[in-house]
């Protein structure tokens, strides 16, 4: 493994920011999920377990930059907790969407 002695330009920057983008779009099909219809959401379960994909992916690759690369423009514990705080995230979004598909209720009918 080649070590860097210095972070190429922004790549961790662009790396958050795809991790963060790909949270958010999990975010957005997991509204759709709860808030539309039944038919739908087999598919759009898939694209949350997608979105859970990308994620590792994406938190491997960061992961293994960190290891390769000598100086961080960030310290290297915070880069591990934001990697593991999305990572986290991902998969607690993970779960609802099976409850929702278990129960094969609509959701917007529950009184609370």
Known sequence: MR??????AN???????????NVLDGAHTLHA?????????????KELRDA?????????????????????PIDRE?????VAETDRFVVVRKHPEEAVIARETD???VNS
């Open 52 to 72: 859970e994909h990308r994620g590792d992916d994406r938190t491997h690759n960061i992961l293994r930059e960190v290891n390769s690369t000598f100086v961080t």
């Open 33 to 45: 999920l709860i808030t539309g219809p039944l038919e739908d959401r087999e598919a759009l379960n």
């Open 3 to 8: 070590i860097r002695l210095t972070p190429q």
């Open 11 to 21: 790549v961790f920057y662009d790396m958050f920011t795809a991790s963060a983008n």
């Open 107 to 109: 959701p917007r009918s």
């Open 78 to 82: 915070d880069i591990e907790d934001v």
